[in-house]
């Protein structure tokens, strides 16, 4: 890859670079040309930027390299995961309120009122957060068993069973061309045979009707001069 | 304890192949045991909603069952399955909008809230249930499910080339998109 001012790496290229997966040279090419480039750094930057949103959207699982799922000790984590983000929230959504009812405070009715009313909105709007951080965690750290093995086997037989009944019927319908094959096949032959006994139907016609002509000729020749 | 847990993942396919009923489906449970949490994962990213996940992955797993016999030893059974999975998931979408144009694939599993971390998950969420499929798809295998553009491009069957392009376009739309909802909720203030 040339690094010039003028010679700017593609899109492809600085995803590459962004996700780690660029050549030793490549990697330093790029990045002396981000030092050169303000367009490309600032290209390079705002992805960077929407990189890092996307990792708002977390995920608690955890994966051996062979893809094998480290099951109790992922789920272990994953369920403490997910309950330092509930915690987490609540807090920053106490921290909300409580900045609110010091500025209702000073303008606002009496302490004690404000103070019940802070009491009761708190306390809806955290039984709200609680349960919409719980099922979005849920979604992201499903059970162990996300499928049933039981109703996984009986799927699959069943799964299975259609198959078969599906391939039973496909084999019968070849069966079937096959049949009406065979049966043309005959049909033709019977045709064949047919067409040629009545060429030599034909022929034999033919030469009779010549041979009866050649006498006419013979007869009518011999009529014109009988001596 | 899984009896094939030494065994590769293509080895395990390779008993579910060649056995019979029993064996072969229980070879087959101990494969979904090490990818149904993966694959869950995908879906849900693929989908935006937890109902959408468990259906594309039930589908996925049949058809990887089903279609056990075309799998070939030489393959990597990984990137089988990663394309077999977003297939499900994409063809689930494709119905949900055929059938209601209007359907909406992020669901709001409770009320909404005022939590900053919360909000931003969603606008996230939306954001990417916002892109082309071919783009999401593309995004989600990258970015959260780690895998190399490489192995992206053989998933999905596209040059490599063609899945980093795509994932620089996915960026750009989900950057103007991001960047949107910040100036919107500035204003709103």
């Not at chain 1, 306390?123 to 750290?141: D, I, K, P």
């Not at chain 2, 064996?23 to 909603?49: K, M, P, S, Y």
Request: charged residues 30%.
């Amino acid at each position: 890859m040339e690094d010039t001012m003028h010679d700017h790496p593609s899109s492809a290229d600085w995803m590459l670079y962004l996700y780690g997966e660029s050549t030793e040279t490549d990697r330093r090419s790029m990045s002396e040309h981000l030092a050169a480039c303000p367009e490309c750094a600032g290209r390079v930057e705002r992805w960077r930027a929407t990189m890092s949103d996307l990792d708002a959207w977390e995920t608690e699982t955890r994966l051996e390299p062979a893809g094998s799922v480290v099951q109790s000790s992922a789920h272990r984590s994953g369920a403490r995961n997910a309950f330092m983000r509930v915690a987490i929230g609540l807090a920053g959504l106490a921290l909300t309120f409580l900045a609110g009812f010091g500025a209702r405070s000073l303008i606002g009715p009496g302490p004690d009122d404000l103070k019940s009313q802070l009491r009761a909105e708190l306390q809806t709007e955290l039984r709200a957060e609680f349960s919409r951080q719980t099922a979005e965690s849920t979604a992201l750290t499903p059970p162990n068993r996300v499928v049933d093995d039981a109703g996984l086997v009986s799927r699959l037989a069943s799964w299975e069973s259609a198959s078969a009944g599906r391939e039973e019927r496909v084999r019968s319908m070849l069966s079937g061309v096959l049949q009406n094959q065979i049966t043309l096949r005959e049909d033709l032959e019977t045709l064949a045979v047919e067409a040629e006994a009545q060429i030599m139907r034909t022929r034999r016609e033919l030469r009779r009707l010549r041979d009866q002509n050649q006498i006419t000729d013979e007869f009518r020749e011999f009529a014109s001069n009988p001596y | 304890m899984s009896e094939h847990r030494k065994l590769t993942d293509e080895a395990v396919m390779a008993i579910v192949c060649a056995n019979g009923a029993d064996d072969g489906r229980r070879a087959f449970a101990d494969l979904v045991r090490r990818w149904e949490q993966r694959i869950h994962r995908l879906c849900f990213r693929l989908t935006g909603n937890t109902q959408d996940a468990e259906d594309a992955t039930q589908e996925a797993l049949a058809r990887v069952f089903a279609k056990r016999d075309q799998f070939r030893g030489d393959a990597k059974f990984s990137t089988w399955l990663w394309r077999i999975a977003v297939n499900a998931a994409t063809d689930l979408q494709r119905r949900k909008r055929a059938v209601s144009p209007q359907h909406e694939s992020i669901s709001h599993d409770g009320p909404v809230s005022a939590s900053v971390t919360s909000e931003n998950r969603h606008r996230v969420r939306e954001a990417l249930a916002e892109l082309p499929d071919q783009l999401r798809s593309v995004v989600v295998l990258r970015h959260y499910e780690q895998l190399k553009f490489r192995e992206i491009a053989e998933t999905l069957g596209i040059p490599q080339g063609t899945v980093a392009s795509r994932m620089a376009d996915a960026l750009d739309r989900l950057g103007r998109k991001l960047q949107d909802n910040d100036s919107s909720e500035t204003r709103s203030c």
